[in-house]
């Protein structure tokens, strides 16, 4: 050990005695900061993580190491010394493993010298430190093992120049193995057994946070490999000349074993899947608690079966191994309950039979170009999960999360894989649980209404869909026991009155098969019961499993205990229309997350009545409520639900200048009344979120009009401290931006004996403000373009009570009476006393189940924001959306997915910097990375005049002795 350490040791200091070290130092830094911020825009990525610095390193270090080792033995052979060095009383590996040491300790000193980089991010953001750690071993382990690779070359070879090549060719190869570029080539199968062969691919299961013990070791392996066959290269020089005998092939034989050994173990430890570790912040990798409470619910054996074809496009198939993986992990979570299997449609036409028909899984075309060739692949990329006779299928556009770095470079991953999956394993455990039958648990008739025309009108493709839709609705007429009713009705019929009702209640058109077909035709399906009316779409292959699908999705609809059911209201939009566009704002993304976990319901509350299925009521920027309206928010109060409300006093209204409409609605008196006040101003951060403004800018007396990305106080950026978590209901929420927002006081007296919660508060330099002006001027305020106010402080934005609260209405006619009064006077006799006495009712006192949570932005859940943040980040923004959800399965006490929700992927966005800032971290990096460099120069110095003062006083005791 001593003979290695010293070896090592001058070895290591050989580096430094030349401008080597420095060289290497100098080319692997500068390459490394250029490629981080410059190559991969870090500052426009806005993700806090370090991948960039690690992206690279695999193809860096190929270069760099085997420019280190090259003249390691080469060196020692062109000059002569290893003569001398074979003959010492030294170990062959003695020497071999004091020379490695030296190599790795050159790369752990440069990759020292790059701390400050994660540094920087995480003062930049909320930086996860485990892939740091990772992606920091990773490259220790890949280094070693070029080091290896390239210590061995070196001792076969005399020319320093052909071991620098013949390095970079054998360990670019490794490299290559497991490299989209030749795995794309192959099907599933063979690509992944490439990539247990590919340095780099092995590097990035590693950089993500996870330490499993097969990738360290394949490096281990590598590395005992090429030290053995250097051992016995340098064992073979030292027989050179001599005859064979039996030691020389007891050598070969010994080196021979113990490099098979090294390879065999791979093998042996490729099916141990459990020996790993994962490092990231929340365990994103790995199985959660939520996740194996729902396998242990399952009572009949699942299938999750996943349709991955061979050949896919470049962008996704690096991610099949690792659903795979994950998919495992479900079934050994499940301990028997869950059967997993992988196929490729292709190769099994029975199986791609039935996912065409029975579970309309159909294959996507992606088009894609190389500079080989451009071509169109059509793949599947699906996952299915069956539990008894309920199905969900997951495809591509819900499993992955496509970020657009630049013009034509994209980066796909997968979003949130056991979100997705468990969120799905719910839905269908549910479904199966709660209703058993399907029809079980529909407490009122249903019935099926087809406004369709005779065959003789018909398409032929229609037709022949007729006869599926009449077999399906034999088949669910049986099964319901008389819950469900078919009623189908040809709308030209009776000189078409019955059309001409379709057309002014629900608006519908007679259909045409293409515009320059005159005949018209109708095909529309609705279920009506209960006072609600679903539509049914038709399934764009027109096959029996889409039918299926749609129709039993709809009667879910129908359905109590399956899901809990959001009652939405959003306020009334115009639709499109002689070829304008719609106006008003939309919540297509919020309706359409909310549908995938509840049974959403819309209402607008005309009736003064929130839908009696409903679990929650759900507020999204409502416009002026009226009494009625108001009424009915105020009695699902009452009953002890949540009503979750977004919306402040005042409308932003785009256009060429952005403005401010103020509302006067009915809704901020009722809160108030509740101690909640919203007041008539709006929030101004410091700590703010980009927004595209219009700005005009003057040149030569001419005045441009352009929109800029600038820095906008109006859209607070709400992290770190702002974010209270309390109670679960932000869990995994680190960042979200709230437009416009209002601040809330809170009336403490009112609420003295209701649970108070702060979700949302802004920084402690922002302020508040009741300027109606929100176009920013940044020639009259400067870098902010508005006017600082004078009180600053931390503003709050978002709040949740809970608690007994007092009716609106106490000791006031219920505003349903006026109505009913009119009806009587118009003629219309009153319905039965029961139903009269119910409607005219007030509750005036709520029970401690009622709660209010308040998010004080009326824009922050609008298509319109949530487009312009993800155009901002080049990905799908979704961060208030999943702030809802949170709050909404907090509420409803269905906190499952709460802890796995959070764990998407581009979710760690960085703090708000303006150029000079980025170009301040930017220069800091590199000021310290040269600062770094000098630092060890200095040492190095100090370390020789050491040494130097040392040899002359032996030089000096010695003359005395020999006097």
Known sequence: MNNMLRIARKEFAGFFFSPIAFIFLGAFLAVTLFVFFWVETFFARNIADVRPLFEWMPLLLIFLVAAVTMRMWSEERRSGTLEFLLSVPVKSYHMVLGKFMACLGLVAVALLLTLP??????????????????????TLFLAAAYAAIGLFISARSANQIVSLILTAVVCGLFYLLGTDALTGLF???ASEFLKLLGSGSRFDSITRGVIDLRDLYYYLSLVGVFLTLNVFALEWLRWAGNASNANHRRWGLISALLAANFLAANLWLAPVASVRADLTRGNVYSISEATRSYLAQLQEPMLIRGYFSAQTHPLLAPLVPRLRDLLE???????GRVRVEFIDPQEHPELEQEANEKYDIQPVPFQFASKYQATVINSYFNILIQYGDQHQVLDFGDLIEVRAQSEGDLEVELRNPEYDLTQSIKKILFAYQGTGELFENIPHPVSFKGYISDDERLPEVLSLFRKELDAVLTELVERSGGTLTIDIRDPDAQDGILARQLKSDFGFRPMVASLTDTNTFWFYMTLEGNGRIVQIPLPEQFEKAGLEQGIQAALKRFSRGFLKTVALHTPASTLAMFGMPASGKRFDWLSNTLAEEHNLASTNLKNGRVPDEADLLLLASPDKLDIKQLFAVDQFLMRGGTVVIATSPFDIEHGEVLSVRKLESALIDWLSHHGIMLEEQMVLDPLNASFPIPVSRRVAGYVFNETRMVNYPYFAD?????????????????????????PITVDEQKNQDRKVTRLLQ?????????SMEIQPDFQMHGELGFPVGDQRGPQLLAVAVEGRFDSYFKDKPSPLVTHEEEADAGGEPAEDAEKESRI???????PESARIILFASSSFLTDTM????????????????????????????????LAIRGRAHFSRTLKPLDRESQLFWEYLNYGLALFGLLLIGFIRRRTNKRAASRYAAVLGTAEKTRV
């Open 840 to 846: 005219t009712r007030v509750i005036d006192r709520s």
């Open 866 to 897: 949530l487009d312009l943040a993800a155009s901002g980040m080049g990905t799908r923004y979704l961060k208030p959306v999943q702030l809802v959800e949170n709050a909404i399965d907090w509420s409803l006490e269905d906190r499952g997915l």
């Open 187 to 189: 099907g599933n199968r």
């Open 117 to 138: 980089l994660p540094v920087t991010v995480s003062l930049l953001g909320p930086l996860d430190w485990g892939p740091v750690f990772g992606g920091y071993l990773a």
């Open 329 to 335: 992990e479900y079934a050994v979570a499940a301990e």
């Open 762 to 770: 802004s920084s402690d330099q922002a302020w508040a403000s009741d």
């Open 718 to 742: 709400i992290r770190g401290d702002g974010i209270v978590q309390e109670g679960g209901m932000t869990e995994g929420i680190d960042q979200v931006t709230m437009t416009w927002p209002s």
